[in-house]
């Protein structure tokens, strides 16, 4: 955290001088938590902003942004992957996917010189905390809003409220899915927000929707790790409880996980795992029940935004279906019009989930021997065939043990791919972004992410030559061990 401090101040310093300025932002979870703490921090400032949120950061997005003439331009969750597009532009960049491939070719020992050296260039016009910069994986160390929330906190004393959101971005981008905790910076932080108060640590059970959902519901639902008989079966859950006599109803209420008492939910993770070991999964699946959990205490009981979890996932149900605005709302402390409207939401997100997953089942992954892959046309919509590989990637319709590719078609006429892999193929070497971002510049395409999570715009028509450069490359990299 230390390493960062010194950039977070510098552009805490540059953004304080403005009375304007322009926030540009991702549409996601992460995004959205990391414009609501930027809007509150220049609120709190009183400095006058614009919110403009991205599905990715093109040029042609930043064309528009230029021509907008801000004075300054704040990025945030997004602008490294594009910021030798920024010559002119001036701007401060908190983001944490892979910097400008100019950077990332050059030896992990010189980046953070060569940055100075390119900040110097632009004129000190471009400030950027990234922590690419510093030798640290940008996927799990910190996440957009953990990195706009360190500079919001030199901005002002009273911006150290914004650190639970800056949980509940790194909880939207699965930062905590390595370790089933969240570490590094993320750590840093999440002290900063329990010693206020803001966020309690428990160890529990992962599954989605501990606060919210009827307990056979949570468990249909249960997809890391799958439980086979369980997950996508309701009167497979519904038989389950029954055998361990846990009762679902108090009274006329549904009981939620929350409800159960320390015995009721032993019984029911240990029997989930005897039965995972019975049917052959290891002990490592097993491991991935439980893990830490963060709770926003000052969040009613039981609503969709006490756990970090299903806040995130609320706040990612308005980004991809063009909402962004109202999770900014939520962020920003809208607990009326706006959280009704991103309930509604969350209802279209759930089914488009379900049903984009059954389509996959429909279709089939295709398996090659180094990399599978979907087409999905337009059965799945772009904002969220990112989300649906993963979870194809933790279940038993994709191997594990490869790296997935989602195509599906885009509203301008592109397609968009969407990439996961598993932490042991990372852990083996493997950077999807740099392999999805080669790829798609060779057909004609841009793209990047993270090591574990890459996305790309293509031309249409190409999706074939870019399996075959992907191909190329994990092959090159089971040779050499390096990509
Ligand atoms: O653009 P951004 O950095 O916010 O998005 C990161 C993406 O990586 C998220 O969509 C997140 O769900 C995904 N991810 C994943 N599996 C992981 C870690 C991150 O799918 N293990
Ligand atoms: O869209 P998806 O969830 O698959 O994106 C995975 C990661 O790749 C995200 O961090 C996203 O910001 C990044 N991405 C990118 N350029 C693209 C598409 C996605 O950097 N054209
Ligand atoms: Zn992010």
């Known amino acids: 955290m230390r390493e960062y401090l010194s950039m977070a101040k510098k552009i805490a310093e540059r953004i304080l001088r403005e009375k304007d300025v322009l926030v540009v932002s991702h549409i996601d979870a992460d995004g959205i938590t990391s414009a609501g703490i930027a809007s509150k921090a220049l609120e709190n400032a009183n400095i006058k902003h614009e919110i403009m949120f991205l599905k990715q950061l093109d040029t042609g997005s930043l064309k528009i942004i230029r021509d907008k003439n801000p004075s300054l331009v704040w990025f945030t969750d997004l602008g490294s992957g594009m ?17 400008s491939n100019m950077i990332l070719n050059v030896p992990k020992e010189m ?27 940008g996927g799990v160390d910190i996440s957009g809003a953990g ?8 901005m002002g004393q009273k911006n150290v409220y914004l650190s639970q959101y800056a949980i509940v971005g790194a909880i939207g981008d699965m930062q905590d ?35 919210t959902r009827p307990i056979h519901k949570m468990l249909e639902y249960a997809s890391d790790p799958i439980i086979p008989g369980i997950t996508g079966d309701e009167s497979g859950a ?40 019975k049917m052959g999964y290891g002990s490592t699946l097993v491991s991935r029940l439980i893990g830490e959990v963060y709770i926003l205490p000052n969040e009613m009981e039981g609503s969709y935004l006490r756990d970090a979890k299903e806040f995130a996932t609320l706040l990612n149900a308005c980004g991809r279906y063009g909402n962004a605005n109202v999770g900014l709302e939520i962020v920003r402390g809208d607990r009326g019009e706006n959280l009704k409207k991103a309930v509604n939401l969350l209802l279209r997100h759930r089914k488009v989930l379900v049903d984009g997953i059954d389509y996959l089942r429909d279709i089939g992954i295709i398996k090659l021997d180094d990399i599978q892959y979907f087409n999905a046309g337009s059965h799945i919509p772009d904002t969220v065939v990112g989300t649906i590989a993963a979870m194809a990637l933790s279940s038993e319709i994709a191997d594990a043990n490869l790296p997935i590719i989602g195509f599906v078609e885009n509203e301008n006429g592109m397609i968009k791919v969407s990439g996961r892999a ?45 399996l075959e450069i992907m191909i190329q490359q994990l092959r090159e990299l089971k040779k050499t061990g390096k990509n």
């Open 111 to 137: 980046r953070k010189t060569l940055t100075e050296f390119f900040d110097e260039l632009n004129k000190n016009e471009i400030l950027q905390l990234n922590p690419h910069f510093y030798g640290k994986d």
């Open 422 to 466: 598993s932490r042991n193929l990372v852990n083996s070497g493997l950077d999807l972004s740099k392999l999805i971002s080669k790829a798609a510049v060779s057909v004609g395409g841009y793209g990047g992410g993270h090591n574990i999570a890459a996305g790309a715009s293509i031309p249409r028509g190409t999706e074939e030559k870019f």
């Open 238 to 277: 519904l038989n389950f409880l029954n055998s361990l006599n846990i009762s679902l109803k108090e009274g006329e209420k549904w009981r939620r996980w929350v409800d159960l008492t320390k015995e009721e939910k032993r019984k029911i993770l240990s029997q989930i795992a005897i039965n995972l070991l």
């Open 147 to 154: 990195l706009t929330y360190l500079v919001a906190r030199e």
């Open 177 to 211: 899915y390595s370790f089933l905790k969240l570490t590094g910076t993320n750590r840093y932080i999440l002290k900063e927000a329990e010693e206020f108060g803001l966020i309690n640590t428990l160890v529990d059970a992962r599954f989605f929707g501990r606060e």
């Open 83 to 99: 910021a030798h597009e920024m010559h002119g532009l001036s701007s401060v960049i908190t983001d944490h996917h892979s910097p």
